[in-house]
């Protein structure tokens, strides 16, 4: 069943001469955990604020189509009704953590809905501590690292229990270790939870191996939507300049050398094994 759906969607910005998204019409199911990705200003940003009613209710601008979100049409609600249904992670923790402690940004959403106090207490309690940051629930954010910051932008989201998580580029001001551990961490929490993640990335090798759907984006209209190992195999995916993994790179060229490894690998651990793979059927 589609927990998302957008149908003939075209967005033009209060004084753009052109659209930033234009005739996008997609699917997204319960469960999955889709990889949006693609070239700077195609329009990625622009469609997940079309997914929880930022656009049009805080943009402005026109908009042309619809979008619907668990049976809610968004132009008909609220950003603060959407936002039960569709949590967002920004790329820039900090745009979203204002509060002395990190435990009072955590409650935050829960309280602006006037939820009883008791439930505002368990949620928040669980949502630190099924992101890892219990221990810093008495901290200040400005004091926490970019790793922890953005997991409390996480734990702010999950306490308000969406069905589904966008993450606009949630690992830009990380390092490759903190970045993995975020990607790890939304996707365990996916699969404990069964919520549908929607991540948009530009760091192909971190993020490929989580997700089971790539959708690609090029000027504003979406271009490859499948299984990632079709997708990253696709020419069209080099053409509009998306950084390939290098484990497809590796892939590529070892198929040029004639060496097939069977399929396209998502992670350098999938890479090894499928190469060790052939080494043994080459020596048996």
Same mark, same amino acid.
């Not at 009883?116 to 954010?141: F, M």
């Not at 990607?183 to 997700?211: C, F, M, N, P, S």
């Given at each position: ?14 004084? *753009? ?135 409390? *932008? ?48 530009? =760091? ?58 069977? =399929? ?21």
């Amino acid at each position: 069943m589609a927990i998302i759906e957008a149908r003939g969607l075209t967005y033009i910005y209060p004084f *753009a001469e052109k659209p930033a998204i234009e005739d996008v019409n997609l699917a997204i199911e319960e469960g999955e955990f889709v990889l949006l990705t693609g070239p700077s200003g195609c329009g990625k940003t622009t469609l997940c604020r079309c997914f929880n009613g930022l656009i049009p209710h805080f943009y402005g601008g026109r908009l042309e189509g619809e979008v619907i979100v668990a049976g809610l049409r968004t132009t008909e609600h609220p950003t603060y009704e959407l936002a039960k249904h569709v949590g967002m992670v920004f790329q820039n923790p900090e745009n979203q953590l204002f509060a002395l402690t990190v435990e009072k940004d955590v409650a935050f959403g829960l309280e602006n809905l006037g939820l009883p106090r008791d439930e505002i207490r368990r949620r928040v309690d669980w949502a630190l501590k099924v992101t890892g940051i219990y221990e810093l629930r008495d901290r200040a954010p400005f004091e926490l690292s970019g790793g922890q910051q953005q997991r409390v *932008a996480i734990a702010s989201v999950l306490a308000m229990q969406p069905e589904v998580i966008v993450l606009d580029e949630p690992t830009s001001f990380l390092d490759p270790l903190s970045a993995r551990t975020i990607l790890e961490t939304v996707h365990q929490l996916k699969r404990e939870l069964g919520i549908t993640v929607i991540l948009v990335e530009h =760091r192909l090798d971190l993020a490929a191996r989580y997700a089971n759907r790539i959708i690609v984006m090029d000027r504003g209209r979406i271009i490859l939507d499948g299984e990632p190992r079709r997708v990253f195999l696709d020419d069209r995916v080099r053409l509009v300049g998306v950084g390939l993994p290098k484990v497809i790179r590796l892939y590529l060229a070892l198929k040029r050398d004639e060496v097939d490894l069977g =399929r396209a690998p998502l992670s350098p651990e999938e890479a090894s094994e499928l190469i060790l793979g052939v080494l043994k059927s080459d020596r048996g």
